[in-house]
């Protein structure tokens, strides 16, 4: 007998990548659940209505939540206040609150701020890819990656239990983490790779010494895969790095340390360091893959997708 769906109607405000996944990934693991939907951008409803992604896709967020036992934001997290205060006069007072920013901490404060009557949960699914858009979604974005639960003291613990089978039913494994926590740890493995792969990608295309038609032509596997990073939503990762810019601060400085580090082995020919630093970094890699977090395949195993 089939579990029954820990929500009878979820409400997804921003219908982008995440957005439009959790909506097809609810509707081939939980095809009872009643969708409600609305993204700000009307060429963005328009496409969502073709696609059939929500039982009901609203003008406003306000419509969009009436009856609503979840909402979830799928919104830029620049943008979860003001998205936040313009649906209020449409929830239900036992709606249980969400998101999906990789940030929490300033987004939990947000959405306190803006709902200041309502129980909230953030969640970070972490999971993604570098396109955007309704079109971009698909329901096994979330299979066999990790959730992270960030709730507030205040939260009943049902709330926390509803929220992870919620995630659970759509493939995801959950980890419930301190919001500060969350912050550091997706400073280090997110926020700051992004913030190189932009750096880098943004250098290769200042140099005057070459051309822009050389970067293209000759770029290598690993110039490739900055290139995918630095292609992401830039809205969104404006406002991560504005809303979680302490942790990510620290981070930049830990990592601007190591790299001085580095020009140093390399200024003096300290092969040994740079050995021991390239063998520490493999090892990392290896168990990224045996967490089945990355595929060992050439290119990842995204060639063909």
């Not at 909506?23 to 060429?43: C, F, K, T």
């Not at 939540?65 to 209020?88: H, K, Q, T």
């Not at 494994?173 to 880098?200: F, G």
Request: hydrophobic residues 45%.
């Amino acid at each position: 007998m089939a579990e029954t769906p820990p929500f009878a109607h979820v409400a997804i405000i921003g219908l982008g990548l995440i957005g439009s996944s959790i909506a097809r990934a609810v509707r081939a693991a939980m095809p009872e659940v009643q969708l409600s939907g609305y993204d700000a951008n009307a060429e963005s409803r328009a496409t969502a209505r073709t696609l059939g992604l929500a039982d009901r896709l609203a003008e406003s967020g306000a419509e969009a939540v009436i009856d609503a036992d979840l909402v979830i934001f799928c919104v830029p997290v620049g943008a979860m206040g003001v998205a936040a205060a313009e649906l209020r006069p449409g929830l239900k007072p036992s709606a249980l609150i969400s998101d999906v920013g990789s940030s929490k901490a300033n987004v939990l404060a947000e959405l306190n701020a803006a709902l200041p009557d309502h129980v909230i949960v953030p969640a970070h699914p972490v999971a993604g890819t570098e396109r955007s858009g309704p079109e971009a979604g698909f329901a096994s974005l979330f299979q066999n990656r990790w959730c992270i639960l960030t709730p507030p003291d205040t939260a009943a613990p049902h709330h926390v239990d509803q929220l992870t089978r919620f995630w659970q039913a759509l493939g995801a494994n959950v980890e419930i983490m301190d919001p500060q926590h969350h912050d550091l740890v997706l400073a280090v493995t997110s926020h700051l790779p992004h913030l190189i792969a932009y750096t880098i990608v943004g250098t290769a295309s200042d140099l005057e010494s070459v051309t822009r038609s050389e970067v293209i032509k000759y770029s290598a596997g690993g110039f490739r895969d900055f290139t995918r990073i630095a292609a992401s939503d830039p809205i969104m990762w404006r406002d991560v790095f504005l809303s979680n810019k302490e942790a990510v601060l620290e981070m930049l400085q830990r990592f601007s340390e190591d790299l001085t580090a580095l020009q140093r082995a390399i200024r003096w020919g300290d092969g040994d360091a740079l050995f021991d630093l390239f063998s520490r970094t493999r090892a990392i890699r290896r168990s990224i893959i045996e967490e089945g977090q990355d595929d060992a395949r050439p290119d990842f195993g995204r060639s063909g997708s």
